[in-house]
């Protein structure tokens, strides 16, 4: 069904209706509506959505959990990294994985976005030291705003990549911009780290970066690693070969891992699960 709504979407008539502001905006509502239920996880549902829909457009706000913790979001833009998150489970360990993940020492958030998956980590694993990796300013001012609750995450405010020196946001805004990497410093330009030169230790790697996942799955430095368990969202942006799960697949079992628990949606992305002893 997605598949032909954006087939109907990309026909001349409807997409000159359906990219003027005023029906952008609409469309941009109703859509969200379906991730509302996120709001019943708040001790506060009601205050959420009118604060959703209504009274917070743009702001950032903090909102106490039913089970525990917080989530901090910027109303009208991060509903469905919520929703994502803590309604759908994207990134709950499958049942086979359990034991693996029962108790992890060192986990890496690889594509921190605005920490909602630290914070949840955190919470999770309480004991876990918790690394966070996220290079746009726009995410990171969301992210250090619910620090100030969850102080034991380590935020690192640089782009996770295969060398380290400078990278530059592309277009866009919100969790769907990518970065490339430069040699050297410039205008609006942010740190680069080399990621593997923090890989070592840890038990957990959650990635999603845009895109930028296949130059670090593609590193011959990935065979390298052991004990390691990590679940990432791969892209059809960047993908050495379609479709992207099995690029995905192929590039980790090279580097020696078991992969499975692979989870598609709509639009050619999704989650998969790696593991090494």
């Known amino acids: 069904m997605m598949n032909l709504l954006r087939r109907i979407a990309s026909l001349p008539v409807i997409r000159r209706v359906v990219l003027h502001p005023t029906a952008r905006r609409r469309i941009a509502t109703v859509l969200a509506l379906r991730f509302l239920r996120a709001a019943l996880l708040t001790e506060t549902p009601l205050r959420f959505v009118v604060a959703e829909l209504v009274t917070s457009r743009g702001k950032i706000r903090s909102w106490p ?61 309480p004991t876990a030291q918790i690394v966070s990796f996220e290079p746009d300013p726009e995410n990171l001012l969301v992210f ?63 990635m999603d970066i845009e895109g930028g996942e296949w130059p670090i ?31 995905a697949r192929s590039l980790f079992e090279a580097a020696g891992f078991q992969v499975g628990h692979e989870s598609l949606n709509h639009w050619g992305h999704g989650t998969l699960w790696a593991w090494k002893d």
């Open 65 to 125: 959990l039913r089970a525990g913790g917080t989530v901090t979001l910027m109303h009208r833009r991060d509903l469905e990294a919520f929703h994502e998150l803590m309604v759908a489970d994207e990134y709950e360990p499958p049942p086979a994985l359990l034991e693996r993940l029962k108790e992890p020492s060192r986990i890496l958030d690889v594509g921190g976005n605005i920490g909602m998956f630290a914070r949840w980590a955190h919470h999770r694993w």
């Open 144 to 206: 250090r705003v619910g620090m100030e609750a969850e102080v034991p995450i380590e935020l690192v405010e640089a782009a996770a990549m295969t060398r380290s020196g400078h990278a530059v946001l592309t277009a866009g805004s919100g969790a769907g911009r990518q970065v490339e990497f430069t040699e050297h410093s410039q205008h609006g330009s942010m740190p680069a780290v080399d990621i593997f030169e923090h890989l070592e230790g840890a038990d957990f790697v959650k």
């Open 217 to 247: 799955l593609a590193d011959p430095r990935l065979a390298e690693l052991k004990h390691v368990t990590w679940v990432i969202e791969f892209h059809r942006v960047g993908a050495p070969t379609l479709p992207a799960a099995d690029a």
